[in-house]
Each structure stands twice: as structure tokens, then as C-alpha cells.
């Protein structure tokens, strides 16, 4: 075993991981593969020199490899942002040699674009909140079948609300085609089972965060319910990682993009980089908002005379995250507790 200090690169697989240890000086001591196992990692790494710190980039799977190689070994092991490393690249090539090589040289020489690991807590409560939105995604597919058999048929709907008891009695007993009629049925049934697992998977969510300070004191929030509240909590993770709230309105995708040259001053819609689900549930959130606070009436009725509705809603989502930054910034987080 060799005490001199070393910079490791870990390019994560299901079967496998690419170890890469550079010196201090960037020359590559060893550059293979070994099993899917933080012992093996341990021992290839430990033959070689003792780590300042270990890179390995974002993916699935990657996240519970480092906690659990981190617990073993008690190293620093940090979380790459692949789309970011991908930039830093000197060609398009793409092997497990140079994305294990390339994670070490820049952890050697502090460029490493770091993203936070989540804790084991905080990973269970994504994997509830994005298998809700699966799901959820699914019914309204099946929504948008049933509009189409609808349209296909050249059936009108009648004026009441679509989805309601009434509608779907109506739905039930219009006149189709043998065929058309078979898969409606299907369809129907499908819908009711989708809506029963929403139902399931809420309930599951309300018992996963029953005692998470965090979530209930966003659930304290006017207009904010459980699926705003767990999304945050589980998205978002530690407050505290954010130094400002500018940064975590950046992060949540509710940031103006800079369009500004020279005297001319723009911007040019939100930023393109975010988290899709976390944006999405921010702006809804932002349209209710002003039926429950005077606040942000205001600023939706100042603003609206000037601006689209959309660009309102973006600009209450990102002055009501950047206001909520400061009053939860401090609650400490429960990260062991898993519902049973």
C-alpha cells in the first residue's frame, strides 16, 4: 500500500466501474476495470497511493456507489455533472479510458463541476414523487386516446366538464362503432385503474413525509398541497446547499435567461437547464398563489398589465421561492428515517 496522494476517477457501470489514479504530478498510475463492488475499488485505489478525492459522475445507480464507498472508506468522494464534464472534453471520443481519466484530471486540478449527492432519505422520496409522475403521465395519455377515439367517431362532447361523474356516465353510453366501443371500454377501465394507483401512491407519500419538519412546514405554505410540498422536499433536498435564493430559483429553472449585449438590455424567457417536474410544479404553484396571499395578488394584477400571463407566473414562482429560501433555509432535515 502506498502512502503517496493520489486523484481517482470512477467511471460507473451495473457491472463494472473504470478506476483511473493520477499522481499529483497527472500521470496515470492505473486505468482498468474492476467489479461493481466499493471493496474492489478500495483495494485497487489503496495500491496505488491515498486519495485527496474520488470524481464520479452523475447516473443512475451512481449516487447510492459513492454514499456507500464513502461510508466504507471514509474518502471524499464527489458527484460530477455529466453534461457539464461532457463540455470539458477535448474531442467527441468516447471511452471508459478517457471519461475515468478525464473525472481524476479534473478533480486533480479543482475544475470538477460538482452536484450534490442526495442522501438516502431524500433518493427514496425522488423515486416516490417521479413514480407519481409516471403514472400521472400515463392517465392523461389515456385521456388523450379517449379524445381521439372521440374524434376519430366524429363524436361532440357534450357542454358539461369532461372527466367529471356526469361526463363519464355520457362517455360510457355513446354510440360507437363495435370495434371503437371495445376499446373505450378499455380505455375507461384503464383510467379508473390509473386514478386508483394516484390515490394509492398519494397516500404512500403522506405517510413517507408524516414526520419530515421540512415538507410539513412547506405544507404550511398558502397554496402549497402534498404533491407541491414532497416535490420540493424531495427535488430540492437541502436548502442550506444554496448560499442565496437567486441560486435556488436558478436551480428550480424560474431564473430569466440574460439576452442583454452591449446598451441593449433583454432577456429571453426562463433558462433552458432545470429540473422539468421541479419548474412545472413551481409555476402551477405560482397560479394559485395569488388567491391565497394579498402579496402576490398584487404583483399578478401590477404585472398583468404589461406582461403575458405566463411571464407573470414565472416571475411569482421565482420571487415565491427565493421568499420561502429564508424561512426554511434552517430547518434541519431528518435523513435516516424511511416510511415503513
Given at each position: 500500500?502506498?502512502?503517496?496522494?493520489?486523484?481517482?476517477?470512477?467511471?460507473?457501470h451495473d457491472d463494472s466501474v473504470r478506476v483511473c489514479?493520477?499522481?499529483?504530478?497527472?500521470?496515470?498510475?492505473?486505468?482498468?476495470?474492476?467489479?461493481?463492488?466499493?471493496?474492489l475499488v478500495e483495494e485497487l485505489v489503496l495500491c496505488h497511493?491515498?486519495?485527496r478525492g474520488l470524481a464520479i459522475e452523475a447516473c443512475c445507480g451512481a449516487a447510492d456507489f459513492a454514499t456507500k464507498l464513502s461510508e466504507l472508506t471514509g474518502w471524499d468522494?464527489?458527484?460530477?455533472?455529466?453534461?457539464?464534464?461532457?463540455?470539458?472534453?477535448?474531442s467527441r471520443d468516447k471511452t471508459d479510458h478517457g471519461d475515468a481519466w478525464l473525472l481524476a484530471d479534473l478533480l486533480r486540478v479543482n475544475y470538477l463541476p460538482?452536484?450534490?449527492?442526495?442522501?438516502?432519505?431524500?433518493?427514496?422520496?425522488?423515486?416516490?414523487?417521479?413514480?407519481?409522475?409516471?403514472?400521472?403521465?400515463?392517465?392523461?395519455?389515456?385521456?388523450?386516446?379517449?379524445?381521439?377515439?372521440?374524434?376519430?367517431?366524429?363524436?361532440?362532447?357534450?357542454?358539461?366538464?369532461p372527466?367529471?361523474?356526469?361526463?363519464?356516465?355520457?362517455?360510457?353510453?355513446?354510440?360507437?362503432?363495435?370495434e371503437s366501443r371495445w376499446i373505450m371500454s378499455r380505455l375507461i377501465s384503464e383510467l379508473r385503474d390509473k386514478l386508483k394507483s394516484l390515490q394509492e401512491i398519494e397516500k404512500r407519500m403522506s405517510q413517507a413525509v408524516a414526520?419530515?419538519?421540512?415538507?410539513?412546514?412547506?405544507?404550511?405554505?398558502?397554496?402549497?398541497?402534498?404533491?407541491?410540498?414532497?416535490?420540493?422536499?424531495?427535488?430540492?433536498?437541502?436548502?442550506?446547499?444554496?448560499?442565496?435564493?437567486?441560486?435556488?430559483?436558478?436551480?428550480?429553472?424560474?431564473?430569466?435567461?440574460?439576452?442583454?449585449s452591449g446598451k441593449r438590455?433583454?432577456?429571453?424567457?426562463?433558462?433552458?437547464?432545470?429540473?422539468?417536474?421541479?419548474?412545472?410544479?413551481?409555476?402551477?404553484?405560482?397560479?394559485?398563489?395569488?388567491?391565497?396571499?394579498?402579496?402576490?395578488k398584487e404583483l399578478h394584477t401590477r404585472l398583468r398589465r404589461t406582461k403575458p400571463a405566463n411571464v407573470v407566473s414565472a416571475a411569482i414562482a421565482n420571487r415565491w421561492i427565493r421568499s420561502l429560501y429564508h424561512q426554511v433555509k434552517d430547518i434541519p432535515l431528518d435523513e435516516t428515517r424511511l416510511a415503513a
Open positions: 500500500m502506498s502512502i503517496l496522494p493520489v486523484y481517482v476517477g470512477l467511471d460507473y489514479v493520477l499522481s499529483l504530478e497527472g500521470d496515470a498510475l492505473v486505468n482498468r476495470d474492476v467489479p461493481n463492488s466499493p471493496a497511493g491515498a486519495p468522494v464527489r458527484m460530477a455533472h455529466p453534461g457539464y464534464v461532457a463540455k470539458l472534453k477535448k460538482e452536484v450534490w449527492i442526495a442522501d438516502e432519505r431524500t433518493r427514496q422520496l425522488r423515486r416516490l414523487v417521479r413514480y407519481r409522475e409516471s403514472v400521472s403521465s400515463e392517465r392523461k395519455n389515456t385521456k388523450l386516446r379517449i379524445r381521439s377515439l372521440l374524434r376519430e367517431e366524429r363524436i361532440i362532447s357534450p357542454r358539461s366538464r372527466w367529471t361523474k356526469a361526463w363519464m356516465e355520457w362517455l360510457a353510453s355513446v354510440n360507437l362503432g363495435e414526520d419530515d419538519a421540512l415538507c410539513q412546514k412547506l405544507l404550511e405554505q398558502a397554496g402549497v398541497g402534498l404533491i407541491t410540498a414532497i416535490t420540493l422536499r424531495a427535488e430540492i433536498g437541502r436548502f442550506d446547499r444554496f448560499g442565496t435564493g437567486k441560486q435556488l430559483a436558478r436551480f428550480c429553472g424560474v431564473t430569466p435567461r440574460n439576452a442583454s438590455v433583454a432577456d429571453a424567457g426562463l433558462i433552458a437547464e432545470s429540473n422539468k417536474n421541479l419548474r412545472r410544479v413551481l409555476i402551477e404553484a405560482a397560479k394559485r398563489l395569488p388567491r391565497h396571499e394579498p402579496r402576490w
